[in-house]
């Protein structure tokens, strides 16, 4: 009998395109089989990089529930409105963590004179903080960690770096790693990984190569299980996300802006969003309120 070496065995799968408020988009993350990768549940790249005329991003104040919603743009400038009364700009190598807990209610523009391009991905919240008050957080700079061959700039969490690792100064509520990596030369970079950890590669620029899994923008990689590292090779310059976390052990629900976990939790959202209550708050600026459609499970057939 032969026995073979243990082969790594990472998937690329394509994302759709939709549309957010107007602004095309292309979703990764849910994606075909898989709806999380740790409590990262929701992957959008706004902005795709082939549009001719990319379109501003205008999405008007809408309520969200159970997440954090974490900001990071590739090109242009975004205005954050929310009802905590935060106005906040918001350019590329900056963070926004808006963390709904109970309820929040945001806005979010785009400067209409410059390419708009980013990424917008949420985070399930745990038991522990899904119920508590909103909160907002921006971050002008993060910290880098210099890798063989490339740069991680941390947006949440740190890289399984030794004991001591480099860790974001953003809130994290289960354990998290997002950053975003950039090749510095044409070397392969090693990104270290926590074994425990679920993790994924989303491209942000051209083409990349996980070993010999090869994806380009649009595509999501889901690495392996129980690695302990990965390599990507990509040219000089190009830009990735590494994304990861423990495995969600609650079964999380999702529907329209909000992450609950019964359907009863989210009708009871929705009708406080509809009713304008107190939960979500007033946002202020220039956008029109976006009504919540009605949940498949209270229409009735027949
Ligand atoms: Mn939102």
Redesign the pocket.
């Known amino acids: 009998m032969t026995v073979h070496p243990e082969r790594a065995d990472h998937e690329v799968i394509a994302g759709r395109p939709a549309s957010v408020g107007g602004l095309d988009i292309v979703r990764v993350l849910p994606t075909r089989g898989r709806r999380t990768v740790g409590a990262w549940c929701f992957v959008d790249l706004m902005g795709p990089d082939d549009a001719i005329r990319p379109d501003p991003m205008e ?1 008007g104040p ?1 309520p ?1 529930t159970g997440l954090s ?1 974490v900001t990071w743009l590739l090109a242009g400038e975004a205005l954050h409105h929310d009802s905590l009364g935060t106005e906040q700009p918001l350019r590329p190598g900056q963070l926004n963590l ?1 963390t709904a807990g109970h309820g929040i209610a ?1 806005a ?1 523009l785009s400067r209409p004179d410059e390419r708009f391009r980013g990424v ?1 991905l949420w985070v399930a919240l745990p038991e522990t903080t899904r119920h508590d008050a909103p909160a907002f957080e921006h971050y002008a700079e993060l910290p880098e960690v210099a890798l063989g061959g490339g740069v991680a700039r941390l947006l949440v969490g740190g890289l399984a770096d030794g004991d001591d690792p480099v860790t974001s100064p953003a809130r994290a509520d289960s354990p998290l790693i997002g950053a975003e990596v950039t090749a510095v030369d044409d070397g392969v970079v090693d990104l270290p990984l926590r074994s425990s950890f679920e993790h994924c590669v989303v491209p942000l620029d051209g083409e990349l190569a996980v070993v010999d899994t090869v994806a380009s923008v649009g595509d999501i990689v889901l690495v392996a299980p129980e690695q302990q590292d990965v390599q990507v090779a990509a040219r000089p310059g190009d830009r990735w996300l590494l994304l990861g976390g423990e495995p969600l052990t609650d079964e999380i629900r999702m529907w329209w ?1 909000f992450v609950a976990r019964t359907n009863e939790e989210i009708s009871e959202a929705r009708r406080a969003w509809q009713a304008r209550d107190d939960r979500f708050g007033e946002v202020a600026g220039p956008l029109a309120r976006i009504d919540a459609p009605s949940p498949p499970w209270e229409r009735r057939t027949g």
Do not use: F, K
């Open positions: 999405v809408h969200h919603t808006m945001h979010e917008q802006n």
